[in-house]
């Protein structure tokens, strides 16, 4: 897929990239290290 940059900026598209994930990523709750730290609601 195609970063949304090179739709808006078309000439970009020369410029050679690489995809770094897969995005969305999940996002977990973290209780033992908050517990650790003292942050509950990493």
């Known amino acids: ?3 949304i940059l090179f739709k808006t900026y078309p000439d970009l598209e ?3 990239w690489v995809g770094l994930g897969e995005f969305p990523t999940p996002i977990e709750r ?3 290290l908050g517990e650790d ?3 509950r609601n990493l």
Do not use: Q
Request: aromatic share 8%.
């Open 1 to 3: 897929m195609k970063p």
């Open 14 to 16: 020369t410029i050679p």
């Open 30 to 32: 973290l209780d033992r």
């Open 37 to 39: 730290t003292g942050f």
